[in-house]
């Protein structure tokens, strides 16, 4: 059984992993072969969900299978699956709600860092075909759109 501490920086060490898992299956698959899927997000919504929402299930299994795996011992990977399910967390209530306004929370917000993120955001959505995009991380905002954006 791992101490607390240990169970913490793990949980935060595989949070901030996946932003470059998310970032590399952005660029590399979303815009690659899953393309399929991840169109549906770069075009005008036609109802509540769409396909690229699938992408959640597939990310979401990691985590489930982490935490049942080392919940037993509680070792390492319930710790693990714990991150990658609280970055899940993250990714839908910024991604989802925040920038697409999916729920309308925080739309007219003066923070540099959040202006910055939804429209890098809006940036990386101003190409509606898998070529061509920028922008492809979430969470880390690279400081020249925060420049970009600021005020």
């Known amino acids: 059984m791992m101490s607390l501490t240990s169970h913490l920086f793990n949980t935060f060490f595989f949070f901030a992993l996946m932003e470059g898992v998310a970032w590399f299956t952005h660029k590399y698959i979303m815009h690659g072969f899953g393309w399929i899927w991840h169109k549906s997000h770069h075009e005008p919504r036609k109802g509540k969900l769409e396909l690229n929402d699938l992408y959640g299930f597939v990310f979401a299994l990691p985590s489930m299978i982490f935490i049942v795996l080392g919940s037993h011992e509680m070792d390492w990977r319930f710790s693990a699956g ?54 492809f991380g979430f969470l880390f905002v690279l400081p020249k759109y925060v420049r970009r954006f600021r005020g």
């Not at 959040?114 to 995009?133: C, D, P, Q, S």
Request: glycine share 6%; net charge positive.
């Open 82 to 135: 714990l991150g990658i399910a609280l970055y899940g967390l993250a990714y839908f209530l910024v991604h989802d709600v925040f920038v697409h306004q999916r729920v309308k929370w925080l739309k007219k917000t003066k923070i540099p860092y959040f202006r910055a993120m939804r429209l890098t955001h809006h940036l990386h959505h101003a190409v509606h075909t898998k070529e061509g995009a920028e922008a």
